[in-house]
């Protein structure tokens, strides 16, 4: 009786375990992956950074270039809080030797950097 107990505390748990897992049925349905629905935008936290107009009239356009194709929208007086999303440096026109272009959050026009000439920023900008 004692090596009853012993051989099936010790070999039902390894038998257990050498078991193969069970095969789905072919006929059951298995139900599809779901994500969660994507939040509208505008609900996600976008994360931006705190920008300053540094001069006056400083205009900010539809895309990071100065021409006829990109016009601007409007301008920002001395002193207008901003916040930008992130900078390029590609396909842009250079403004007072720099090639930088911050993208503004609230309205996704873009204004020129220009070696902190027109906007001052209050941290590292990612690159878009």
């Keep these: 009786m004692k090596f009853t107990a012993v051989a099936i505390t010790t070999l039902l748990p390894l038998l257990i375990l050498a078991s193969p897992a069970p ?4 006929a059951e349905p298995t139900l ?3 994500l969660a629905p994507r939040a509208p935008d505008g609900l996600l936290e976008k ?4 920008a300053t107009v540094v001069a006056d ?3 900010h356009r539809i895309c990071p270039r100065v021409s006829s194709s990109c016009p ?3 301008q920002y007086a001395k002193g207008t809080k901003i916040r930008l999303d992130c ?3 590609d396909n842009t026109t250079p ?3 720099d090639a930088g272009w911050a993208r503004i959050t609230s309205n996704g026009d873009w204004i020129a950097l220009a070696y ?3 906007v001052s920023w209050s941290a590292s900008l990612p690159y878009c």
């Design 87 to 89: 900078y390029t440096r």
């Design 57 to 59: 009239g400083v205009r």
């Design 47 to 50: 994360r931006s950074v705190a």
């Design 95 to 97: 403004v007072d030797g």
């Design 116 to 118: 902190g000439h027109y």
């Design 32 to 34: 599809p992956v779901t």
């Design 23 to 26: 095969v789905p049925n072919a």
């Design 72 to 74: 601007a929208n409007g």
